[in-house]
């Protein structure tokens, strides 16, 4: 168990559907990051905040978006869902930033989107 | 921008055999390199990781890498496999420069034959 919680573990929607994943870092954790795995594009960056701010992006899209509240859990949200969206979708957590602090990222065991 | 390559996509070993995974990288300076595991239905454990200093790194499970610059590799080892190993091997490359974001390998797939 990394101490990371996501939920809900399984999610089925349909076609241009919006929902919200959720996740609980690590106890102290500031930095919450979230991936996609998908069998064609492997797992893929999507975002990352830092202590309630966004800190990094990668190929999230515009429909998506994420926040880290004060308590510093993270969600992210899906909105207009396409059947390609269909994907595991990971965060992770991680004590801080920079290259002192920048050991692991635990990771939670994701959450399985399906769009019908 | 970096990337990573995990040349061998599955890979079937006996119990007891070695194993070498293989990891190239594309990054100008030093980056930070990692091995991840996943096991079927769960998230991604940290097996090692490299940051600076010795090349030859220990992780648990008793898997080990060697940071290779000149090769750009970060090779995973493991002397004697267990049938426990069976799952998916994905190395991640971050840097400072690219605010630690980590890019991960398309996955080496292990199976472990009795």
């Known amino acids: 168990d990394s101490g990371v919680t996501q939920t809900p573990k399984h999610l089925i929607t349909a076609t241009g559907q919006r929902v919200t994943l959720r996740c609980s870092p690590r106890?102290?954790?500031?930095?919450v990051y979230w991936y996609q795995q998908s069998l064609d594009q492997g797992l893929q960056f999507l975002i990352q905040?830092?202590?309630?701010?966004?800190?990094a992006k990668g190929n999230i899209l515009e429909r998506f978006s994420a926040q880290q509240f004060p308590d510093l859990h993270s969600e992210l949200n899906l909105s207009s869902l396409e059947l390609g969206d269909s994907a595991l979708y990971f965060c992770?957590?991680?004590?801080?930033?920079?290259?002192?602090?920048?050991?692991?990222?635990?990771f939670g065991p994701g959450t399985r989107l399906t769009v019908l | 921008a970096q990337s990573v390559t995990q040349p061998d996509i599955h890979i079937t070993v006996s119990e007891g055999a070695s194993l070498e995974l293989r990891c190239n990288y594309s990054?100008?300076?030093?980056?930070?390199l990692f091995w991840y595991v996943q096991s079927p239905g769960q998230g991604l454990q940290l097996l090692l990781k490299?940051?600076?200093?010795?090349?030859l790194v220990q992780g648990i499970k008793g898997f080990e890498a060697e940071f290779k610059r000149s090769q750009s590799s970060f090779n995973l080892r493991k002397p004697s496999v267990h049938w426990s190993d069976a799952a998916e091997y994905f190395c991640?490359?971050?840097?400072?420069?690219?605010?630690?974001?980590?890019?991960f390998g398309a996955g080496t797939t292990v199976t472990v034959r009795a």
């Open positions: 990054y100008g300076a030093t980056p930070y």
């Open positions: 905040y830092y202590n309630g701010e966004e800190r």
């Open positions: 490299y940051f600076s200093g010795d090349t």
């Open positions: 106890s102290g954790d500031l930095s």
């Open positions: 991640a490359v971050g840097s400072r420069s690219n605010d630690y974001k980590l890019s």
């Open positions: 992770a957590s991680s004590p801080g930033l920079g290259p002192s602090s920048y050991n692991e990222q635990f």
